[in-house]
Every structure is written in C-alpha cells, then in structure tokens.
C-alpha cells in the first residue's frame, strides 16, 4: 500500500489529476490517496497559497502527485515552496522523441537536472519604486550535491556524459562556484565524459544537436528555461513530464501549467500527468509497472488515432486516458 499526497491544484491541474487517478486505479498495485490544496482558489478560500496542512500531508506521504497551479499576484508560487519544504532539491525533466509526432529529430532521449531550492528562484525580492533587487543564492553545499545527482543519474541510465550549463564569464561569483562544484564531484566518476557551455550557447545547441546530450545539470532558473525549450523539441508540453527528487521525498508533476485558457473544456493532454505518474511508480520501486505505463503512452502517441488537440487531434482528456488504459490492460 502506498499513500500517496493528491494536490490537484486549479485550472487544468483538476482534469489532468482527475485522468491520472483513474489509470491509477486500473494498476495491480493498492493506493490509499490523500488530497490537499494548493494555488490561486486555494489563496481565495484560505488566504494562502500553500496551506500548512498540505505540507504536512505531503511530507507524510510515500510520494507526492502535483497537477498544476495558476499564479496569485502577490504571492509565493505554492510549488516552489512546496518543492522547499519537502527538500526535494533536484528537479529531473525527461526529453523524449515519440513516433507520430512532429519533433525535430527522431532521435532525442536526454534528461535535465536542475537545482531545485536556490538560484533566483530564491523569490528573495526588494526594492523601491525606482530599483528592485532580486538575490541570486548559489552554495557550493547544493551545486555539488545536485551535480551528483546528474552523474548518479546518468550511471542508472547508461550513459557516459553529463553536461554542465553555467553563465559563469558574467555571473563570476556564483555560476563560478556551480561550475567549480561539478568539476569537483566529476572527479569521483572518471567513467563519465564531462563538458560544459554558457547557457546562450547551449540554448542553440538544444536546437542544433540535441541528439548529442545526455544528461544536462544546470542552475534553477536556467534548468526552467532549458527545459520547456527542449520539450518545444519533442512535442510540446503536453508530453514534458517531471520529477523533484531528495533525500526522503518525491514530488512529481507535469510542466504545462494550469492553462486557464482551457480550463473546464476537458482537451488537455493528459500524458505529462500520467508520464510523471510513471516517473513516481519508478521512484517507488516499481519499474516494470512505469516502464508498462511509458511503453502505453508511446503506443497510444505512435498510433495517431486518439490525441488532443495540441498534438492536432479532437479528443478530449478522458479518451487519451481511456486509450492509454486500454493498453494497459
């Protein structure tokens, strides 16, 4: 039995969670589902973001499933205090070529790891009317423990190189230590070929070679970026999910955002969810079941038959899921 934090959020987070429950519930595995608030109707019912309730759910919980969260004015972004509060300090985001969709190449699998609980994502802010100020955290504590995740990372997927993306000719002080802190942890794994670009440059090379990555580790604001660039390589981001992974939880969801402009009409694509779920279950040990939820995703995709629209189908959520389910079982 695994208990698992349900934090649906709003806009499409509800449909897309609502999907990834019901295939859920078709597994060979028991699941006793725990569901907390988050986000922008949260903030209006209870005057925050990211109640304390929820976070002590999460934390109790064997992992955690996000849907997706529409930005409150004024407020803190729930899921990156929720990523803090829970420590989950390296968020993973698979890039995947799939059969039946318009990538351009065929032939991309690579994985970026980003720093999780620093960078500008600090969200430390000040200022006047005239100047704001916004404070740019980099330790060596967290560059070196998430450039040790990329190599770990890189190792369980059998491949031999990991690429650091840095700023460091301009931001000297502190892309110089995220750099000097992935060249310090790559010398405990000489099997391992390194190299490193500006993040301008590896900007263009994600669009230029991104057959030849395979596991980029970055800084947080520049991990973001990357990383819904690449997903704009191989699908969009109906098809980009995530993980944050620490050293005692596990918090999964997709990349898309709650889309507000789509809300309520039922045609988003739940494959980011599901995928994520995917990645959750191999968290938890259960590999077969992911790689069975993965291999059904790119069946359903390859097929070209039943898609959401942002793939250039008409159907809506539950057909995808039901699709996916099918193959399943």
Partial sequence: MYDIAIISGDGIGREVMDACEYMLDKLD??????????????????????????????????????????????????????????????NIRPIKSYKGVNCIRDDINFVIVRENTEGLYS???????????????IT?????????????????????????????????????????????????????????????????????QPQNFDVIVSSNLFGDILSDESAGLVGGLGLAPSGNIGAHNGLFEPVHGSAPDIAGKHIANPCSMILSASMMLDYLGEWEISNDIKSAVEKVIADCKIRTPDLGGDACTMDVTKAIVKELI
């Fill in 29 to 90: 595995l028991e699941f006793r589902f725990t569901y907390g608030e988050a986000g922008f109707e949260c903030f209006n019912k209870n005057g925050t973001t990211l109640p304390d309730e929820t976070i002590k759910m999460a934390n109790k919980s064997d992992a955690v499933l996000f849907g997706a969260s529409t930005s409150t004015p004024g407020e803190p972004s729930p899921i990156i205090n929720l990523r803090k509060e829970l420590n989950v300090y390296a």
């Fill in 123 to 137: 969200q430390v802010e000040y200022g006047d009317c005239d100047k704001m100020i916004a404070e740019r955290h």
């Fill in 140 to 208: 060596r504590n967290a560059s070196e423990r998430i450039s040790k995740a990329a190599f770990n990372l890189c190792i369980k997927r059998g491949e031999n190189k990991v690429t650091c993306v840095h700023k460091s000719n301009v931001l000297k002080k502190t892309d110089g230590v995220f750099k000097e802190s992935f060249y310090k942890i790559a010398k405990d794994y000489p099997q391992i070929t390194t190299e490193d670009y500006y993040v301008d440059a590896m900007a263009m090379y994600l669009l230029t």
